[in-house]
């Protein structure tokens, strides 16, 4: 029987930012290391006086012994010895206190060498200092707490960044070939304790204008110039949504707006093409390696304070983990556990405040809520992943697999302002079967505040107990409706469903992590689904406000307003054309959106103009149209308000005997409002 072992295993990062010498983190303290060592215990029951037990039975049964990945931009201006002349010294001191730390944890390390700040002057890797590092390794015998390295970060931006010094796409790919003929001659080539390679965590920016960080062909330049086998494990880069930065032009200043945060659409038409070409891609030209996600956060760049941080942030990260694992990746790496991410204190951290190092300098370290959302991940779901079908997914997303402990698990993000009627039917040779009872794990946020930066487990009990790093996370019994047969989500609620009394066929194999990995997507096979029915949910709709759009003048004088919401606007109908359901683009608050030359494609696109509002052409800026819909099908334009084309002035005079105005430009200069074409 083929089983479907699609396996994400959730991984955590810390930056080599955190290790700057003004601000390095404390490696030592007890909250930071009670954290990692429950998370990577996958410990709901919070059994402190067993929980190494609990670490190895998770390493030796269906989930592997997590991964800690250090690396980030910052590892290319790191190194371990001061001769190497980098703005980051680790020293081997602090070298032997971080792999205590994995020790003590139960963590493996994938620790990222410097890539671009460590080069000779004809551009090939100075390895020196990685190699006494190695050999430091190896006379104290930390192998056991070594997982992999890689060899630098991000490089399409080396080419950006540093032009006259960095390596080409082949060049370093040759850099990888050295690095296994280094780790080779250290610790020998068929010794199973020499640590794996991986990289070269090839980024994906949404609104990046940095080329070539997503380009395709540099990353497969750089495979091939490797070769096959040199990479075990091909990483890449991807962020939901983009968050602010100071050097990013206005008009790209982030995404930072609760709104987009609820919009699923949103960052799966951001992250889902560059996924799945990257996949393509790896297939092809890497076929023997895995695929990993080796950073991925709500926002980019830190993260957006008072978002990526509370506990609306969490409708991101269960879909995000869902949907890498239906596209074939082995591994997603969480951007941060704790620390800094760059220039910039990590909002989009597991734990916090953002930018903590210790609790001398910043407080007592608590988790956010996704941490939470990770622990409930790694606990109960399982290698094997099943196919889910929803009925409606504008606001719903459900992700399923088989429960490490028995049974199987439905991992859901309702963002809809209403609750989500569900009925859970498990397909078993093709009969359905309805689930009645399950074990409910349902994150909700304190009062309604979606920015609150607490989380609640089934209602927090009476009386209602935000949950803290030692939370005993225990389920709650749903029994569903015994005349319609159905189970009540909240409003604005994600969480997990946990049927342990399931015995499908794909669930009833025991499959340890590493079998599973050595699977081929293309040749798995679903024996099993989840089937959903989400009849009451309410659609959300975009709405440009939230990508930079503001209501404004007449379009007479356009300069103010009208490129930011021809950027705004057109972003929502990209979005909205590209998404797998119908969608609408929702221009409301009472006033002008004044815009120019406007392109719908796509299917399924609803244009809704609220009453009071209109959308006004820009004076002597519209080229073409308005509105310009152009190879798109089943369009709809609807609402109470206007579409309006400035047509007065455009007007040079009124000819009274043929009762008709004279345009400005003889040949009709004037802008269409409505074009359609090839539609």
């Not at 939370?471 to 019994?477: C, G, K, R």
């Not at 099993?528 to 406000?545: F, G, H, I, N």
Request: a negative charge.
């Amino acid at each position: 029987m083929s089983i479907a072992v699609c396996l994400v295993v959730l991984q955590v990062n810390i930056d080599h930012a955190s290790f700057q010498s003004k601000s390095r983190l404390d490696l030592k303290d007890a909250n930071l290391r009670h954290l990692l060592k429950r998370l990577a215990a996958a410990d709901l029951e919070q059994r402190s006086t067993d929980i190494d037990r609990v670490i190895q039975n998770r390493a030796s049964g269906n989930v592997s012994r997590m991964i800690l990945r250090v690396g980030g931009s910052a590892a290319d201006t790191a190194a371990i010895y001061p001769e190497a002349n980098q703005t980051i010294t680790l020293g081997e001191d602090y070298w032997d206190e971080l792999v205590d730390f994995a020790t003590f944890c139960g963590v493996q390390l994938a620790y990222d060498l410097n890539g671009m700040g460590m080069r000779h002057p004809n551009r090939t890797w100075d390895a020196s200092d990685a190699t006494r590092q190695l050999q430091h390794i190896k006379k104290m015998q930390q192998t056991d707490a070594l997982w992999a390295f890689q060899h630098g970060n991000e490089p399409g931006h080396y080419l950006t960044r540093h032009p006259a010094v960095a390596p080409s796409a082949a060049e370093h790919g040759r850099d990888y070939v050295a690095l296994n003929a280094l780790l080779d001659a250290v610790f020998g080539s068929s010794n199973p304790a020499r640590p794996k390679v991986q990289g070269p965590d090839i980024c994906f920016g949404h609104m990046s204008d940095t080329s070539p960080c997503a380009d395709i062909a540099y990353l497969e330049t750089l495979l091939k110039a490797a070769g096959p086998g040199a990479i075990d494990y091909v990483t890449v880069h991807a962020y939901g949504l983009m968050g602010p930065k100071a050097s990013r032009p206005t008009n790209k200043s982030g995404e930072c707006f609760q709104d987009i945060f609820l919009t699923p659409i949103a960052w799966e038409s951001n992250m889902l093409p560059t996924l799945q070409q990257w996949k393509q891609l790896q297939q092809r030209a890497a076929p023997g390696s895995k695929l990993v996600l080796t950073e991925s956060a709500t926002t980019g760049d830190g993260g957006c304070p008072g978002l990526s941080n509370t506990f609306v942030a969490g409708f991101f990260f269960v879909d995000e983990l869902g949907f890498v694992a239906a596209n074939g990746y082995w591994q997603s790496y969480r951007q941060d556990l704790v620390g800094w991410s760059g220039s910039e204190g990590s909002s989009y951290a597991l734990a916090g405040p953002a930018g903590w190092y210790s609790e001398e300098a910043n407080g007592a370290l608590l988790p956010n809520p996704d941490y939470f959302t990770a622990l409930l991940w790694r606990a109960l779901m399982g290698p094997q992943i099943l196919k889910v079908t929803v009925a409606d997914t504008a606001a719903f997303r459900a992700h399923a697999a088989c429960s490490p402990n028995g049974g199987i698990a439905v991992a859901y993000a309702n963002s809809a302002s209403s609750a989500a009627t569900v009925s859970l039917r498990e397909l078993v040779g093709g009969n359905p079967h309805g689930v009645t009872v399950v074990d409910a794990y349902i994150l909700t946020s304190a009062g309604g505040d979606l920015k609150s930066p607490e989380v609640f487990l089934n209602g927090g009990g009476d009386p209602a107990t935000p949950l803290n790093a030692t939370s005993p996370i225990l389920p709650q019994v749903m029994r569903a409706d015994p005349q319609s047969q159905t189970f009540a989500l909240p409003a604005f609620s994600y969480g997990f469903l946990v049927d342990r009394a399931a015995k499908l066929p794909a669930c009833t194999q025991s499959v340890h992590a590493e079998d599973a990995n050595n699977a081929s997507h293309a040749d798995q096979t679903t024996v099993a689904s989840v089937a959903l029915d989400t009849s009451l949910l309410k659609s959300r709709c975009l709405d440009p406000r939230d990508f930079g759009a503001k209501l404004g003048n007449s379009g007479a004088t356009p300069v103010s307003f009208w490129k930011a919401n021809t950027a705004a606007i057109q972003k929502a109908f990209d979005i909205a054309g590209h998404a797998a359901d119908p969608t609408c683009v929702l221009l409301a608050g009472g006033g002008d959106y004044v815009a120019a030359d406007l392109v719908i494609h796509g299917s399924g696109v609803q244009l809704v103009i609220d009453a009071g509002t209109r959308l006004v052409t820009a004076v002597n800026v519209t080229k073409t149209a308005l509105l310009l819909v152009q190879n798109a099908t089943h369009i709809e334009i609807t609402g109470g308000g206007v579409i309006y084309g400035n047509a007065e002035y455009y007007i040079d005079y009124f000819i009274p005997g043929d009762d008709e105005y004279a345009p400005t430009s003889p040949d009709g200069g004037r802008p269409r409002l409505l074009f359609v074409r090839q539609s």
